[in-house]
Structure formats: C-alpha cells, structure tokens
C-alpha cells in the first residue's frame, strides 16, 4: 500500500496560510473603506508594477486575455491582418487575435519551446502587422532576433508574458521588450491574484491612454464617451492582494529557481531533455517543462505515486476543432507537434520541501531508467 503524501502541482493554500496575518488586514481595510472599483489601491499598484518591469506605464485589467485584445486593438489591428505568434500556447494568445478579426500566423519553435525567429520571417507577408512571442513557463526568448526583425520589415512586438512576470533577457524585464506586453495575474501566475486579473505594460504615452479609457466604457467623465469601449477593471481587493504578493515576489521566484537548479542537476538529463538557463537572462518557471519520449509511461506513474504533473498543452492550437471550423488550411510545425507528445510538467511551486523535490526525482529517474532498460 502506497503510503507516501501527495505531492500538489500548486499549492494555493500553502501561499495563503503563509500570508493570512498579512493579507486579512490589508483586504479588510479595502472593504471598509468602501472603494471597490478602482481608486488609490489600483493607481499605486499600477506604478509598481511599471517600476518592477521598467516600463512607463501599467494598465491594470481583468484578466490577461483582455490584456492580449486590448493590446492589439489600440495599435489598431483588425480585419485583414495577420499576426505571428505560437501555436505551443494556451489559447488565449491565438484567440485574442482572431476575435479583434485578425489572423493568427504560427511560426514554429525552437527546443526550449520558444518561437523559432528564422520560421518568424519566413511567415511574414504584407498583411503582417505584429509579432507575439509567448514567453512561455517564463523563459523569454531571442527577443534580439525577434526586435531586429520586427524594425527591419516596420512590424510591431506584442509581448505574451502571460506566464513570465519577473522574467528578463540582457538585464531587460519581460514587458519591457517589445512595443507592449500582456500579462497575466490568474492564480496560478507567478504574481497572482485570487481570481482572474492582468494588466499590460508599454512607454507609448498615447497606447496608454487609449487604453485606460478603453477599459471603463471610453469614459472622460461620468457621462462623457469618447470613444467606444468595454468594462475591464481590476478591483481593489485584487490590487491590494497584488500588491502585497508584489512585495514577496523576489523570494518566490528565488525558490522557484531554486527548486529548478536542483531538478537540473539531478534529473537524467541523458532521458530528459530540459532547457538550460542562459547567462543572458532570469527564467522564473511559471512551469517547469521536460520533454522525453514515453511521456505517458512517466505519466502513469506519477499518478501512481501520487505527483501532481501536468501537460502545457497537450493539443497545439493549430490542432485545436475550433481552428478547424475557422481557417482552411492547418500549417506545418513539426517541432511544435513533435514537442506536444513529449512535454511534461513537473512541480515546481515555491512550497515544495526538499524531500518532495528528491522524491520527485527518484520516481523519475527510476521511470526513465526502467524505460531504458526495456528497449531493445
């Protein structure tokens, strides 16, 4: 009979309890003053964040889907253009382009699941309007290839950062490397809220108006529109609860780190591939992602020991029924399919114990050697 304790892939409630004396007061104080919508909690939480992404201005949203359209809408793209990104994503990147009546182009990926910027160039074509790499499990990609490209065929760089707040590359912060990026503070982020949440970051002085008053219906004032908008504001709760995570960040991502130095020093890396941290840049492993063949033998086998894993993302969007019904023609990424059978995410929260980390470990390694030993 197993007698181990499972092992979580998140553990909300271990973060929770780790701050409840802090946190209660703070939200209270919110709820007392009466101000839910807006006001000084959001406005503070805004300069923060642009302070902690070396950005000139933060707008904060409702969620990181609404941080995507918003982004592309105020640059003004519509019906007609076309978009690159990835299709190794969660849906949202692609979704929001083709709900503002864009098309999402998909490039192929490098090993480390990052877009591929020689595949970038090959796609683009005169519709082309903007380049969206995904900073996926919070590695930033060749953003210097990427930029390079971007000025030499007049291209705007919208950053997915969804999964990379605190992320940089050449001392630069996710969402600070391209024209604006997109983030997303769902629980489940790095800095993350207790329900959904985003926000964007850009230096575009007039991006961020547009976008400010997109946001609150186009509102000026009270009972003046000056433009056509929508409801997308972040409640105070959430930007106190984010502004109090905003203060901890720096450890969480430090453990997170930490765990992911260990699991590269001890995991079987003649099985397993893992992509390799870089001198040039901070991943923050929203995710930790393996790739190996046999996934699903691994697979069962967690489930059996009772591991939290998880699969980020099992269908590339090109392969998801609803792109079929949309476009025509389904385009060839044989890195990206190949990658979908053959990712795997391991645990990697901040509140894992040593002893979880090497327990990890050992049913994995033990996993692929016993794979290793069956073949021929």
Partial sequence: MKTNTPIPFVDLGAQYRA????????IEAVLESGHYIGGGEVDTLETELAEACGTKHCIALNSGTDAILMALAAHGIG?????ITQANSFVATAAAIFHIGAVPVFADVLPDQSIDPADI????TDKTRAIMPVHLTGRIGDMDAITELARQYDLLVIEDAAQSFGSSWHGKKAGALGDIAAFSAHPLKNLNAVGDAGYLTTDNDEIAEKIRLHRNHGLIDRNTVVQWGTVSRLDAVQATILRHRLKTAPDLIAARRKNAAFYLEHLDSSAIYMPQPRPDAVDTYHTFVVQLDHRDQLVARLTEEQIGHGIHYPVPIHKQPAYAKSFDEIPNLPE????AGRILSLPIHQSLSQNQLER??????DCVNAQARTIP
């Fill in 360 to 365: 990890v470990v050992a049913v994995v390694n």
């Fill in 121 to 124: 160039e090959r796609k683009i």
């Fill in 336 to 339: 990206t399919e190949r990658q």
């Fill in 19 to 26: 701050e409840r004396a802090q946190l209660l007061p703070a």
């Fill in 79 to 83: 019906r007609g253009d076309e978009v």
